[in-house]
Structure formats: C-alpha cells, structure tokens
C-alpha cells in the first residue's frame, strides 16, 4: 500500500536520491550524462539531495551504494533496451541505439531496489526497463503500428517548451497509486518515445493508458513506491500540476524510507 506523506523540507536531512546516468562521448573520451531537468525536479519538488550513478559495470558496488540511497531515479534515454534482455528475435536494427553500459547498471539496481522495498521512479527507458526486468516486453518503432498515434515529439527543431507540451491524454485506471496521487480520472501529458510496453512484465498494474491504449503508466502494487511512467513529468515540474505530485510523493516515500533506516 501506498502512503502518501508530505515531501521532506529543509530542516531535515535531505534524503539521497540515486540518479542513473546515460553513456555519452564527449569528443574522443566516453563519458556520463544526466539532463539537468531530473536533477532540478529532484531538488525543487521532491526534497531530496541527488548522487548521479554512472552507467556501467558497477563492479558488485551495488549492495554498498544502495546500503546509502533512500530512492532511485531511472532516467529516460535516447537509447533503448538491448532486445537480448526480453528475448526478441526481429532485426535488431529495429530497436537501436543501445547502452549496453545503462541495461547493465539498471537492471542489476532495479532486482535491488524492489528487493530492499527503496523507492523508485522510473521514467520513459527507465518504466521500459522495469517492465523488462520484471520479465515484460517492448515494441519498437511504435510510430509504424497503424493502431497507433505517433508519440514521438513532432517537431524535432522545435523549442523545449513545444517538445514537452501535453500530446496527448492519459486515461487514469480507477483505485491505483497514479489516480490517488492525482484524484483524477484523464490528464494531458507529453509525449517523446518510440518504444512502449508490448507484454506488461509479472507483477506490475497498468496505471493509465493513452487513448490508443499504449501502457503510459505501471506501479509495483507490493511496494512500498515503485512508479513508472512513459512521458517525461520532470521537465519543469514545479510548474506543472500533474506532475507535482509525483515529485512530491517520491520525495516523501524517500524520506519515510531514510526514517525506517534510522
């Protein structure tokens, strides 16, 4: 069940929030990424201090850091999951690019993370990943699917506030974790992915859908906060009033998570 408390305040020590990072070149050298918009949602909405998790072998590290984490945030991505990790046998083109280096980390931390009941919330590739890790599949290059609406942004040059307005609705499942975080039956939220859920992953509830009925959102029902959602509500989401709440809710589950571990 989830309890909804408020988000930690200043006077507390600031729950740590883990942030999985993107592989990304810089010029010749390898390097690691996080857009500033998850950072900022974190800190501004949530409450929560943030450490950035790099993406790649974490070289059995991952007991140790979540022994100090009190949540995780699985970004979205450019990239998508590797199709080895759910068994898809099609032209692997179809499903490119990869970071082989992110699926390593993400699914070695999401086993962890829903063991050890820390919160999570896992946006675009990150509630794929959970669907993967949880033994579900994704359709690639959704945009193709003639049953399908294109949810990818439309105008690829057009300004970050066009890019992240609301494209769609999203039709919230009545009595489950989104529609008591939002006391709301349909909301318009953005729309950036060509990937989505194909088969829902065990043990996962299908918290809204698009009107084509593309899975938008899911939650772990047996955990305590386990969230995913397929748009992206953290990009300036002091402002917003959908998503506010999530931000505020997985700040607070982490601070009830810090109090536990007290």
């Given at each position: 069940?989830?309890?909804?408390?408020?988000?930690?305040?200043?006077?507390?020590?600031?729950?740590?929030?883990?942030?999985?990072a993107n592989a990304q070149m810089n010029g010749d050298l390898p390097g690691q990424t996080v857009d500033n918009k998850y950072l900022d949602a974190l800190r501004e909405v949530a409450g929560v201090a943030v450490v950035i998790v790099p993406a790649c072998d974490l070289h059995g590290d991952v007991d140790g850091l979540l022994n100090v984490l009190d949540g995780l945030l699985l970004t979205g991505a450019v990239s998508n999951v590797h199709p080895s990790r759910f068994g898809a046998t099609d032209d692997e083109a179809r499903y490119q690019p990869f970071d082989l280096g992110r699926d390593h980390s993400a699914f070695k931390l999401i086993e962890q993370v829903l063991a050890r009941n820390i919160p999570l919330l896992a946006i675009c590739r990150g509630m794929q990943e959970l669907n993967v890790c949880q033994g579900?599949?994704?359709?690639?290059?959704?945009?193709?699917?003639?049953?399908?609406?294109?949810?990818s942004a439309r105008e690829k040059h057009a300004g970050l506030d066009q890019r992240y307005a609301p494209a769609h609705t999203l039709h919230i499942e009545g009595g489950g974790m989104l529609a008591k975080l939002l006391g709301e039956s349909a909301v318009e939220?953005?729309?950036?992915?060509?990937?989505?859920?194909?088969?829902?992953g065990d043990g996962l509830r299908i918290e809204g859908r698009a009107q084509d009925g593309?899975?938008?959102?899911?939650?772990?029902?047996?955990?305590?906060?386990?969230?995913?959602v397929q748009w992206h509500p953290e990009f300036k989401a002091a402002d917003n009033a959908v998503s506010r709440p999530l931000f505020e809710a997985f700040g607070a589950a982490a601070l009830q998570y810090q109090r536990g571990r007290a």
């Open positions: 069940m989830t309890t909804i408390l408020q988000p930690p305040s200043a006077a507390h020590h600031r729950p740590l929030v883990g942030v999985l579900g599949t994704l359709a690639p290059a959704i945009e193709s699917d003639a049953d399908r609406f294109n949810h939220v953005n729309s950036l992915h060509l990937q989505a859920i194909e088969r829902l593309t899975i938008e959102a899911v939650s772990v029902p047996e955990h305590h906060f386990a969230l995913g």
